[in-house]
């Protein structure tokens, strides 16, 4: 393609179709919204892991928490597990990079927290390794994927398998699903009489 004006309505339609293809998702992106909420209401936190832009999506998501998202309101404990670099390039050094997010979910982690894996791919190992943890550390686990959900699906309390195997299509949905689980969060918690 060799026309800007051209690559641009390209990419628009091709990331409008992506979103308007999560349709079938919404009882699902429901039901992830209100394990959240489930999960604040007993005092638990959100954990939110993956890779590259995934990553820059956990640290946003955890944001929008911790900050506030709509209206100003207390904060909530949310955060993004590969935050810390001293800590990720300590046991990418002193383990392996496939045991970062498992290591520090069991370090964060406690019963009743919910765990948020992000992989647009659906087979980051590192972000299997974490999920795979679900049932001994006693937490929800919420998986954003791509199209191949196969891999996460048996950890997850929750699939969020977005239609499409174009990484930035798929980052640009988990965004849209991400901004919805943080607006119910606060609305549901501290708006309940709406």
């Excluded at 919404?26 to 209100?34: G, S, V």
């Excluded at 820059?56 to 911790?66: G, I, K, P, R, S």
């Amino acid at each position: 393609m060799n026309n800007l004006m051209d690559l641009i309505e390209s990419t628009w339609r091709e990331s409008l179709d992506v979103k308007k293809s999560l349709r079938p998702l919404f009882p699902d992106i429901a039901r992830a919204a209100e394990l959240l909420v489930e999960c604040y209401k007993k005092g638990g936190k959100a954990l939110f892991f993956g890779n590259g832009g995934s990553a820059a999506d956990a640290q946003h998501f955890a944001a929008e928490l911790e900050c506030h998202f709509r209206f100003d309101r207390p904060p909530l404990p949310a955060m993004a597990l590969h935050a810390n670099t001293s800590t990720l390039s300590a046991i990418s050094n002193d383990y392996a990079f496939d045991d970062i997010f498992a290591r520090l979910l069991e370090a964060h982690a406690r019963p009743g927290d919910v765990a948020v894996a992000i992989s647009t791919s659906g087979h980051s190992a590192n972000v299997l390794r974490a999920a795979a943890l679900k049932t001994k550390l006693d937490i929800g686990l919420i998986a954003l994927t791509g199209a191949d959900a196969e891999a996460l699906a048996p950890f997850a309390d929750v699939v969020l398998a977005v239609p499409s195997k174009v990484t930035a299509r798929v980052q640009e949905a988990h965004e849209l699903i991400g901004h919805i689980l943080c607006d119910w969060v606060e609305r549901k918690l501290f708006h309940t009489d709406e």
